[in-house]
């Protein structure tokens, strides 16, 4: 959370396409906070992008050659949508690169999030930081007093107003 992974995303569709070769943007359906099908930065930058669901098939989706697919909220992937992937990427040769969180609010892991790191051919991390200070890695869920909540569904759908990022010191911590 808030580490910039879709102005990451952004600059690298821009970067594609100023050299005139042609990407597909998709997001999670799910992810509806700032409109269905919209990749948007807490910096300002926004873009209209293709939403994939529970049921989007990749491989059928992608039927032409492209320079480079691009998934922003990547932990809503299926692991059959991963293994997808991967196989446009090694097959087909498509390069594919996704942006999502490893880990929910409570340490575990997306099922999406784990095929990915999986099968990845490469992974870059992209940093942020604790309020300690440290390096975050983990995400904390706060209710609307900012109290810390600690159980619940995996998938809750919000901004800074429901989660915080946390070194694991601080994830751990009770005080948080």
Do not use: W
């Not at 989706?61 to 492209?66: H, R, V």
């Not at 870059?124 to 200070?133: Q, V």
């Amino acid at each position: 959370m808030n580490a910039g992974k879709s102005t990451a995303m952004l600059q690298v569709a821009h970067n594609y396409e100023e050299q005139g070769q042609k990407v597909r943007l998709f997001t999670a359906a799910i992810d509806s906070r700032y409109g269905v099908g919209k990749v948007t930065s807490r910096l300002g930058p926004q873009r209209e992008t293709e939403v994939f669901e529970a049921n989007t098939d990749f491989l059928l989706t992608i039927d032409e050659k492209i320079a480079c697919l691009l998934v922003d909220e990547a932990q809503f992937l299926s692991t059959e949508q991963v293994k997808q992937l991967h196989q446009l990427a090694q097959v087909r040769g498509i390069p594919v690169i996704t942006y999502g969180l490893r880990s929910d609010f409570r340490g575990e892991p997306f099922p999406g999030s784990a095929y990915l790191l999986a099968l990845a051919d490469d992974i870059e991390e992209i940093k942020n930081i604790c309020s300690c200070g440290k390096k975050a890695t983990m995400n904390i869920r706060v209710d609307e007093n900012g109290k810390r909540i600690k159980e619940g569904e995996q998938i809750s759908i919000g901004g800074n107003e429901s989660y915080r990022q946390a070194c694991g010191r601080c994830f751990y911590s009770e005080t948080h």
